[in-house]
């Protein structure tokens, strides 16, 4: 499989005090890391996932890809050119190729313009002519009949929200997709309903999709690929039927473990993931997750862990992973 992208120890911080508070308290590191030495791909036509708890750095790494925030340290490559470093005007053809589903439905829709006028909005951008039967063609492909183009946001359920989101991002033919959190606030039988149509939309025009959300049930079933992500670092990807038949590391074995079973025969006691998420301002020593972690040696609070390949192909930020141990 072709890599469409490439990401290689990407990192974006932001600075959290500015020049003159930092001096006063005698901060020396005034900024947060919010994503650490990351390196990804997702190939052509492929699903990868990025899981984590809220505010382990998924959003924005797929902002950092989009041009919405950029890195300080690392590359960012897509289908051979380089992203990272470009200006605002450079990056404008790249987001042709490259669209994004943001995770609010109704919030990323403008409240003062018609269904219509939104989903052709980005032809008008690249200065690309357009008609109604363009976009009655994008409403057709993501299941809204044309009688919806007149409609405002208000006027949508949060299903059709995101399916006018789906067809506004599908407007210039992308070869990738950044979704983030594409099913949030929605009923379980929609949110079936919006994965069935991306998993279709994907074999008939061969998307990728780069997905970024929590929701572990539906990651199983759509992605190929599954990247955990805990302070800023990826912390174990691979094979989605791998990671969860067995995950390697203590941190992926914790959140399979705290998803709810709706099986009666497969019910089990809750698990929870013992202490808080630590603060970026002030990471732990060692392994960052070693304060959380039941299966933590000595090791593991003074030195902090290297990416590793496994046997499978699967790689793990761990000095111990589950599976060789």
């Known amino acids: 499989m072709t890599d469409l992208l490439n990401i290689t120890g990407l990192g974006v911080r932001f600075r959290a005090l500015s020049p003159l508070t930092a001096m006063l308290k005698s901060v020396r590191d005034p900024w947060l890391d919010a994503v650490l030495d990351v390196s990804l791909s997702v190939g052509s036509g492929e699903t990868v996932a990025l899981v984590g708890e809220s505010g382990s750095g998924k959003t924005t790494l797929g902002r950092s890809v989009m041009g919405l925030v950029r890195p300080q340290k690392g590359s960012i490559q897509f289908e051979g050119t380089e992203l990272c470093g470009l200006s605002e005007a450079a990056y404008k053809p790249v987001r042709r ?71 506004r991002a599908l407007t210039l033919s992308p070869k990738l997709i950044i979704a983030d959190e594409p099913t949030a606030g929605l009923d379980v039988s929609v949110q079936g309903e919006i994965l069935n149509l991306m998993r279709d939309l994907q074999k008939q025009l061969r998307i990728s999709y780069l997905i970024v959300t929590h929701n572990l049930p539906v990651v199983r079933h759509i992605s190929d690929r599954i990247a955990v992500m805990y302070l800023g670092r990826l912390l174990e990807q691979g094979d989605t039927r791998s990671i969860f038949r067995s995950p390697a590391h203590p941190y992926t074995r914790a959140l399979l473990d705290a998803v709810p079973q709706p099986d009666p025969a497969k019910r089990r006691e809750f698990a929870s993931i013992e202490g808080e998420v630590p603060s970026l301002r002030d990471r732990p020593a060692g392994c960052e997750f070693h304060p959380r972690c039941a299966s933590r040696k000595e090791r593991c609070l003074a030195e902090s862990p290297a990416s590793r390949a496994l046997g499978d192909g699967r790689i793990v930020r761990c000095h111990f992973p589950l599976e060789a141990g």
């Open 97 to 167: 190729n490259i669209a994004m589903m943001f995770q609010d439905p109704v919030a990323s829709l403008s409240r003062r313009r018609s269904i219509r006028a939104q989903i052709s909005e980005p032809f008008k951008v690249h200065g690309i002519p357009v008609d109604d039967d363009e976009t009655a063609r994008l409403m057709e492909l993501v299941g809204l009949n044309h009688s919806f183009k007149n409609r405002f946001p208000h006027e949508l359920s949060g299903g059709q929200a995101r399916r006018v989101g789906v067809a």
